[in-house]
């Protein structure tokens, strides 16, 4: 394999691509016994992966530029083809879920891949191809709206991440004026988004009600591999987060005001742990790639072999420049079995956080597609996919002094902190956007509405220090996942009760990273619960668990802040 750099790229030739996908179906249902039936199944599916494979680079040399006119072309182009390939893929899908080589292929690839396809198969319709083209349209355009922020801020042109830096700086009128500036970004674009989001409202609820769906809320849980819970366990999940996480998190609120001296904390108060400041990576980030190479040859053999496979071709992006997008993300390239990690460092600790969160996920498929049947069972549902990431962030924590030297302590004590005080934020977004979709005649003022109503449910104490915009509720707008990945969200919250579910087994009994392996081993073999029972990891969807993992955050939390 080349470097990232050097990889080939050719728009696939939808007309061909058409041919040989038919040819596939007839071939199947043709198949004279399960032999020919299985050649055919792995042909289709390294088709599939090449084409994954030629979008997912279109995709990550787009988000790198926004304005790059060849790579934004090309994502117009997959936005507007690859839908049309439902009545195809809907065609094989039948086709292989009647086969008589089904039994051997199942023994072979699992239930799990097959129940998948039963799902899949049922959630493809003709009718919703131009609602499905409208959909990658919108959210392309809201990508670019999004990309395109930037403002002078301190003698540099910042965008949105750019201004997050300073709303850790010492200086509480810096981070003030950092936080207006990024909240004025908000305001300035708000209609184009709202306009944007309403739209994106309405051509989801068409899907799902030509699906025959009574609402998104039905149609979405199915779509996102769902299978195990539905809406009103996220419910109980969420209830449970506010009776046990959140009276915690406010606790450390508090206490982190008074650290800080300040009477009544603000929004952009809540990111500085410590009055002189949290912790900054040392290094420029050339350098910390280094250190995170130093730090994976030692953490284990398996990440060793990765991390020399990702420095080897060059499989990053990670420093923020205008017109690139925002965030940061994992992305696979299934004809190499390479991950490759995008990220916009700014300077603050959350550089070194997407050496482990990203990393995370990177390490799992690059090590669960070289020990499953196929590259294409390597990921899970994202309430597992998050379990990896997060989980590595704090299986990392031994290794943080190369990163942080001296002020290492104050790195873990804010950086476990902050995984638990994000808890109620995640659950925010998902009751958000059940409460979009179950009312969907809503529009902009109602959408501020729930928000500000449902950010006073789980995190009362955020103050806005009198900004008209995100006081009446505008705050929903600044989370990317709400346009482009509806319903995806809890799962960081769900996954973040399996990681410290592992990382307290690593804790007690010295056995978190092995049970890490098995996860990872597993891919997407499994459904959510079969999971995470085998791999030694409770379902936190019960009052117990949540109360369980919020009594041994709270214990742990205390150990970290005694060794400041």
């Known amino acids: 394999m080349e470097t990232f750099r050097e990889l080939p790229y050719q728009r696939p030739d939808f007309e061909a691509l058409t041919k040989e996908m038919q040819d596939c179906i007839d071939a199947l249902r043709s198949a004279q016994n399960f032999e020919e039936a299985h050649e055919v199944f792995l042909r289709w599916n390294k088709r599939s992966m090449t084409l994954e494979t030629m979008y997912s680079i279109a995709y990550i040399r787009h988000t790198v530029n926004m304005k790059d006119d060849f790579y934004d072309g090309e994502i117009a182009f997959f936005d507007e083809s690859i839908p049309r390939l439902t009545p195809l893929m809907k065609a094989w899908t039948a086709a292989l879920l009647a086969s008589p080589a089904r039994p051997e292929l199942e023994e072979i690839y699992g239930s799990h ?12 319709n003709d009718e919703i191809i131009p609602d499905m083209i409208e959909e990658n349209t919108l959210s392309s355009a809201y990508s670019k709206t999004a990309a395109s922020c930037s403002v002078e801020f301190m003698g540099e042109t910042c965008n949105f991440y750019g201004l997050l830096r300073h709303m850790q700086s010492t ?88 650290r800080l001296g300040i009477d009544e904390l603000q929004c952009y108060d809540e990111e500085l742990i410590f009055p002189e400041g949290n912790a900054l990576p040392i290094g420029t980030p050339e350098e910390l790639l280094e250190k995170a190479h130093g730090m994976y040859s030692e953490l284990s053999p398996q990440t060793k ?6 420095t080897e071709h060059e499989l990053f992006d990670l420093v923020t420049r205008e017109n690139k997008h925002l965030g940061g993300y994992c992305t696979w390239l299934p004809d190499y079995q390479a991950p490759f990690i995008f990220s916009n460092f700014n300077g603050t600790s959350a550089d070194v956080d997407v050496l482990t969160h990203e990393a995370g996920h990177a390490f799992e498929f690059y090590y669960a597609c070289r020990r499953l049947p196929l590259v294409s ?95 009446s509720g505008g705050f929903w707008m600044q989370k990317q996942h709400i346009f ?12 973040q009760m399996g990681a410290f579910s592992l990382y307290r087994r690593q804790l007690t009994s010295g056995d978190g990273w092995k049970h890490y392996l098995d996860l990872c081993a597993i891919g997407g073999k499994y459904g959510y619960f079969e999971t995470l029972e085998r791999a030694g990891i409770p379902v936190p969807l019960s009052d117990g668990v949540v109360k369980e993992i919020a009594d041994f955050a709270r214990l742990h939390a205390e150990q970290l802040k005694a060794r400041l």
């Open 113 to 124: 891949f097959f129940k998948t396809a039963e799902v899949e198969e049922s959630l493809m």
């Open 171 to 258: 200086d509480r009128e810096e981070r003030r004026a950092a936080f207006q500036a990024w909240a004025k970004l908000y305001e300035d674009i708000s209609p184009t988004l709202e306009e944007q989001y309403g739209k994106l409202v309405n051509v989801r609820c068409n899907i799902a009600r030509k699906l025959g769906f009574d609402s998104y809320v039905d149609y979405i849980y199915p779509a996102r591999g769902r299978y195990d819970y539905t809406a009103r366990e996220a419910a109980d999940f969420r209830e449970a987060v506010r009776k046990y996480i959140t009276p915690l998190c406010d606790e450390m609120y508090r206490e982190q005001a008074a």
């Open 305 to 310: 072999e990765y991390f020399d496979f990702m």
């Open 377 to 471: 069972m390597a990921g899970s549902t994202s309430e597992i996919n998050e379990i990896h990431s997060m989980s590595m962030e704090h299986f990392t924590y031994p290794y943080m002094e190369r990163f942080f030297g001296e002020n290492a302590d104050k790195y873990r004590y804010a950086h476990f902190c902050s995984a638990l005080r994000s808890i109620p934020y995640l659950v925010s977004v998902d009751e958000f956007q059940h409460r979009v979709f179950e009312h969907p005649e809503a529009g902009p003022a109602d959408w501020r509405r729930f928000w500000k109503e449902i950010e006073q449910k789980y995190m009362p104490w955020r103050r806005y220090d009198g900004n008209d915009f995100l006081e």
């Open 484 to 495: 482009l990945y509806p319903f995806y969200y809890i799962d960081y919250a769900l996954a």
